[in-house]
């Protein structure tokens, strides 16, 4: 925790309390509230955490007003334009861009974790044939625990390691044989030979029957994809990590939790929920009738890939993403694309309404993504997948920085308890 050289007063009653005020290098200040409750008795209430820091990082830092998005202080735009996944791996969970010998080192090490343990493949066959293949991989990644006994000691930095490399090798094996297994393909195992992004892309669509030769424009695409999902400080899912790992589970059961929490639509699932929604607008004439809907108080209606609880301008990822969309609709040769042609409509038209520009609604990064997947190839049902084997790098160095903090301990938020109060039980022929 950094040194305070300020206090604020809270003043309740006739008593006043001082509270230490710590200042980051980057962000608002930090009010410190963890004795209040111990000195003057009363909680704070934050339902949705929105003024609420719930721990010290230093791995990303969003700025929403600016549409900032740094890692480790390397700005993401530069991370996608010069980097590539594995170096943004190496950088969040280690802190420092690598040397090159080190980069090497990281890769083969990825690498030569990509396949799964065989017997994981009889576990996928217990799943419906049309299991969404989120539900097949919250499952398969916490039955991880089950399959690598020797990386579930917390305690011990090396066992830590192993399972961070581990994780960021397999959940995209994990993410493949999910989708083959919905397509009822043969699953297709990891090549050596290429890099992360290619090898997922031959696991998602080479058959045993044919080659297939991975485009490496489209590796560079998803790949960028991967980079651009990798981290987002404390939302949900990474919040839903670290609660977890908070009570000592192992790390395989901690990024289980965190999958599950991304599916929703109103996290990871915004990708597939805003392709769908496209689809539905169908074409540009429809869109003031979705746009009068999203501004209905009493239509439950949302644009989907609009809005972020932190971003109160563009989302700089969601820029990235729609030249992406462009470069890779142009390559697969895709003109006058129906979707891609109403989502620029819809953005524009957004926009300029009042409605979205008060409320600093922007498109963010799940804005242009599903285009970009579809083009490739991927059902809707992969998009979520697809972000949660990018962001698993960015729950595991959290997971990391957690463990290594002195001062963490079991997450236990407190509530304002609104129900009755002590009464006798009634016996059932009383009631
Ligand atoms: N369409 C229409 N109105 C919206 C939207 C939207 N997409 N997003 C927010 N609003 C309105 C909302 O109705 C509210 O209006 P009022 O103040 O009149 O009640 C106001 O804007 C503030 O919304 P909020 O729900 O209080 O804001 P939040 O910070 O709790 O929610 C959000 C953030 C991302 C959940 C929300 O903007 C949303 O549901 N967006 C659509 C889903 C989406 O695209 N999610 C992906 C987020 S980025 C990727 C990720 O992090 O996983």
Known sequence: MSDTSKNATLRIGDSSYELPIH???????????RKLYGQAGVFTYDPGFTSTAACDSTITFIDGDKGELLHRGYPIDQLAAKSHYLEVCYLLLYGELPSAAKLEEFETTITHHTMIHEQMHNFFRGFRRDAHPMATMVGVVGAMAAFYHDSTDINDPRQREVA???????????????????????????????????????????????????????ARAMD??????????????????????????????????????????????????????LKEIGSPENIP??????????????????????????DPR??????????????????????????????????????????????????YSGIILEAMG??????????????????ISQWKEQLADPQMKIGRPRQLYRGETTRDYVDIENR
């Open 318 to 367: 969601a820029t990235v993403m729609k030249q992406s969309a462009d470069e890779v609709l142009d390559l697969l040769g895709v003109e006058n694309n129906p979707v891609l042609a109403t989502a620029k409509e819809l953005e524009k038209a957004a926009l300029a309404d009042p409605y979205f520009s008060e409320k600093k609604l922007f498109p963010n990064v799940d804005f």
């Open 289 to 314: 009738e979705y746009i009068a809907r999203a501004k209905d108080k009493d239509d439950p209606f949302r644009l989907m890939g609009f809005g972020h609880r932190v971003y109160k301008n563009f």
């Open 224 to 277: 960028r994809i991967f980079t651009l999902h990798a981290d987002h400080e404390q939302n949900a899912s990474t919040s839903t990590v670290r609660l977890a790992s908070s009570s000592g589970a192992n790390p395989f059961a901690c990024i289980a939790a965190g999958i599950a929490c991304l599916w929703g639509p109103a996290h990871g699932g915004a990708n597939q929920a805003c392709l769908e929604m």
């Open 378 to 395: 991927f059902p809707t049902a992969m998009f979520t997948p697809i972000f949660a084997l990018s962001r698993t790098v960015g729950w």
């Open 164 to 218: 961070s490399h581990r994780l960021i090798a397999k959940v995209p094996t994990i993410a493949a044989m999910a989708y083959k297994y919905s397509i009822g393909q043969p699953f297709v195992y990891p090549r050596n030979d290429l890099d992360y992004a290619a090898n997922f892309l031959h696991m998602c669509f080479a058959v045993p029957a044919e080659e297939y030769v991975v485009d490496p424009i489209l």
């Open 23 to 33: 200042s980051p290098t980057a962000g608002p200040d930090v009010i410190d509230i």
